[in-house]
T-cell receptor
Framework: DTGVSQDPRHKITKRGQNVTFRCDPI?????LYWYRQTLGQGPEFLTY????????KSRLLSDRFSAERPKGSFSTLEIQRTEQGDSAMYLC????????????FGNGTRLTVT | GIQVEQSPPDLILQEGANSTLRCNFS?????LQWFHQNPWGQLINLFY???GTKLNGRLSATTVATERYSLLYISSSQTTDSGVYFC???????????FGKGTLLTVNP
């Protein structure tokens, strides 16, 4: 068990560019979540996958955001035409199948849009 | 949506002191978890505790679901306990945790 892995750790991009983040969950976990955290706030839910199916999306996830989890393994989160308001820490978490299993978070990807 | 309020927002302790952090929530929940975010940003799951009491070393947590609050106790605090403590709850079956704003704990040597 190597924990949840996220890549990259930091990303600086110019407004209008597209960015993609990757998350590798704990291998036996079939549930995967994306959250976003801004300074001084708790994480906010973005989306949830069970295996490869995206079952829940927050209204925070505008049409510039897309998430995938092909084959139910790793996941990617893409932001198109980035805006300064997208600057935040993007956190990935995973959990096992059991009812209400605890979430395990990765170290996050810190995005700065200039 | 469900509201989560944590208190106090900030807490400064000397090493060795005990503390109690509180989490109030506005509706019935079927999932409550406590997390510690260290100064490097890593979020660590401390407890999954929708009801009852759990103990883990110097930490313990109690959730009184009928009264809509949870308490996190830290005993004999250490400098490594510093960071932000978050309470997060889920209502229903949408697997979406709602986090509070956290309690920033600073433990001084």
């Amino acid at each position: 068990d190597t924990g949840v892995s996220q890549d990259p750790r930091h990303k600086i991009t110019k407004r209008g560019q597209n960015v993609t983040f990757r998350c590798d969950p704990i291998s036996e976990h079939n549930r995967l979540y994306w959250y976003r955290q801004t300074l001084g706030q708790g994480p906010e839910f973005l989306t949830y996958f069970q295996n490869e199916a995206q079952l829940e999306k927050s209204r925070l996830l505008s049409d510039r955001f897309s998430a995938e989890r092909p084959k139910g393994s790793f996941s990617t989160l893409e932001i198109q035409r980035t805006e300064q308001g997208d600057s935040a820490m993007y956190l990935c978490a995973s959990s096992s199948q059991g009812a209400r299993s605890p979430l395990h978070f990765g170290n996050g990807t810190r995005l700065t849009v200039t | 949506g469900i509201q989560v309020e944590q208190s106090p927002p900030d807490l400064i302790l000397q090493e060795g002191a005990n503390s109690t952090l509180r989490c109030n929530f506005s509706d019935s929940v079927n999932n409550l978890q406590w997390f510690h975010q260290n100064p490097w940003g890593q979020l660590i799951n401390l407890f999954y505790i929708p009801s009852g009491t759990k103990l883990n070393g110097r930490l313990s947590a109690t959730t009184v679901a009928t009264e809509r609050y949870s308490l996190l106790y830290i005993s004999s605090s250490q400098t490594t306990d510093s960071g932000v403590y978050f309470c997060a709850v889920e209502r229903g079956s949408n697997y979406k945790l709602t986090f509070g704003k956290g309690t920033l704990l600073t433990v001084n040597p």
